[in-house]
């Protein structure tokens, strides 16, 4: 029996289970399986009717263009409808010509005798390969986002430093980490020593990003940044401990093959608590941070003996990427509340650095009122002189404004109980760095909570007054949403990797302990800025050429 003879139809279209069906669905699966996926999988597509089958498979051709294929146990009968779903919007920032074609299949059992736990395995096993091998992005759309990041092509020749060195890369599983990886192995990682770390925020393709890793053959997890931040569950925990055991069995293995380790990270958890109390125990040979927490972790470890390059502090980071960055934090925030109106209305903006002077700048443009408040003094000055309200403290800012919104940028509390009591009522909160609003994210204080799919979370607190925490109170541009562009991103990826070549050159010439002229230094050198200039904001001249220096095709 296929998927459609189990399904009906309710009134307002959707498809319900028939009365009476003896057929049982396990999943219907939504992705994308390449020829070789399905026979890797033995599941055939458009069977050839004077090919023999193997003994107890069936395949046959459906009226909608589909097929189902059957698999008879013994016990029971296995079949895998596939269904051609129609064309729909990219399922990915860039858009391909043609789309990619995208299937939906069905997984279900017949026949199958109630004391025989077999086909019911099978149809799980079945579901579980065809969920995984169909999140990953298809060739032609890694095609397609590898053309979008010419800078990064550029930069992704094949360097002889990198044949002896492994990659551990810990950041947000979002498009431009594939162009990043992509690049690395261009440059001359095998993707046999890649190891891929999801910091584990709800970005909206996820799924695709770590399916295409494994496809490549990278090893991919998560681990996620509330462990990094003190804020997990001990279920949290305790993964956690298992993935940095992986991780540091995968350092010791990389350093028995003579290989050494380079580890790109986003949050420096390779001095995250004490030496003996480590996630990753293992210390890689180098290594590339990215934020400034990470920065931070590293600085007060004693123990760290390696060099640091600092990319978090870097020009390219901050003229360059915050920029794309706080672009994705507005455009994320009037995504997820598409009802507001901003224009005239008051905000209040906690934390004027680097992210967060952009934002108050990008609200203010929109027509919004913006009250900036920083513990940073010349920060304080530097908001007033471009015209801003100023107050020192949340407190005092709240006491005399009614926003409607409150942003916050600061990646620490950025609200106190005491500032709780004098939120307006029904006042949203918007947290670009995941520890801003962490006195209710984390249920410090007593709140009485409701869902809000896909907006986020309602807190009644006391007196009956309501806040409505945006996202899942981590970093809010990162909440279901890609992010950042891949052409937005791609001078910082391709300035990270031409540290990170540079680094694999010179590692054992730096001395250990944290770089930041280094990368200034050679990303101006290998001539970056010239490049993005020429390829994205000159109206005359030519776009950077890659010539010689193209990545390639993006797969071969």
């Avoid at 459906?62 to 079949?79: E, M, Q, S």
């Avoid at 609200?415 to 307006?424: M, R």
């Avoid at 005359?540 to 071969?556: I, S, V």
Wanted: charged content about 25%; overall charge negative.
């Amino acid at each position: 029996m296929t998927f459609n003879a189990l399904m009906g139809t309710s009134p307002n279209g959707d498809e319900l289970p028939r009365a009476g069906a003896t057929a049982r669905l396990h999943a219907v699966i939504s992705g994308h399986w390449p020829s070789e996926v399905l026979l890797r999988l033995r599941l055939r597509r458009w069977p050839d009717p004077a090919e023999p089958h193997p003994r107890g498979h069936e395949v046959a051709a459906l009226d909608d263009g589909g097929y189902a294929h059957t698999v008879d146990t013994g016990a029971g009968r296995v079949t895998v409808q596939f269904t051609p779903e129609p064309d729909t919007a990219p399922h990915s920032l860039e858009h391909s010509d043609p789309p990619t074609p995208r299937w939906r299949a069905a997984v279900l059992t017949e026949g199958v005798r109630p004391d025989d736990p077999e086909p019911a395995a099978l149809a799980r096993a079945l579901a579980d390969a065809l969920r995984s091998e169909g999140a990953a992005f298809s060739a032609t759309e890694v095609a397609t986002l590898w053309e979008a990041m010419p800078l990064l092509r550029r930069y992704a020749t094949d360097d002889g430093a990198l044949a002896d060195w492994a990659l551990i890369f810990r950041d947000h599983y979002v498009e431009n980490s594939v162009g990043f990886l992509l690049a690395a192995e261009r440059a001359g990682f095998s993707p046999r020593w890649i190891y891929a770390l999801d910091k584990g925020d709800k970005t909206l393709r996820r799924d695709r990003v770590h399916g295409w890793f494994l496809s490549r053959g990278y090893r991919s997890a998560t681990l996620d940044n509330s462990v990094v931040n003190g804020t997990a569950t001990d279920d949290e925990v305790r993964r956690a401990r298992e993935v940095g055991a992986d991780v540091d069995a995968f350092v010791r293995a990389a350093h028995a093959e003579g290989r050494r380790v380079l580890m790109v990270d986003d949050g420096g958890i390779i001095a995250l608590g004490s030496a003996l109390d480590r996630l990753v125990t293992e210390q890689p040979d180098a290594a590339l941070e990215l934020t400034v927490s990470g920065l931070k972790r590293i600085s007060a470890a004693a123990d760290m003996r390696l060099p640091v390059l600092n990319m978090a502090r870097s020009q390219v980071k901050t003229h360059l990427a915050y920029n794309e960055i706080a672009d994705s934090c507005v455009r994320r925030l009037r995504a997820i509340v598409p009802g507001e109106k901003f224009v005239g209305r008051r905000v209040l903006s906690l934390g004027f650095g680097t992210l967060g002077a952009r934002v108050a700048r990008a609200l203010r443009a929109t027509g919004c009122r913006v009250t900036v408040v920083d513990t940073d003094t010349l920060a304080l000055v530097r908001a007033a002189e471009e015209g801003f309200d100023t107050g020192r403290s949340a407190h005092e800012a709240l006491r005399r404004t009614r926003p409607f919104l409150v942003i916050g940028t600061t990646g620490e509390d950025a609200l106190t109980e005491a500032d709780l009591a004098l939120l307006p009522d029904g006042v949203l909160l918007a947290g670009f760095a995941t520890r801003d609003f962490s006195l209710l994210s984390e249920g410090r204080v007593a709140t009485k909570t409701s869902d809000l799919p896909g907006v986020g979370v309602r807190h009644t607190l006391p007196g009956g007054r309501s806040a409505v925490l945006l996202g899942d109170g981590r970093s809010l541009n990162l909440y279901t949403y890609e992010g950042i562009p891949n052409r937005g991103y791609d001078a910082y990826r391709a300035a990270t990797l031409i540290a990170a070549k540079h680094l694999c050159r010179s590692a054992a010439t730096l001395t250990p302990g944290i770089h930041l002229g280094v990368v200034d230094d050679v990303v101006r050198e290998a001539g970056l800025y010239d490049a993005y200039y020429d390829t994205y904001l000159a109206d005359t001249a030519e776009p950077a050429e890659t010539g010689a220096e193209d990545g390639g095709d993006a797969h071969e």
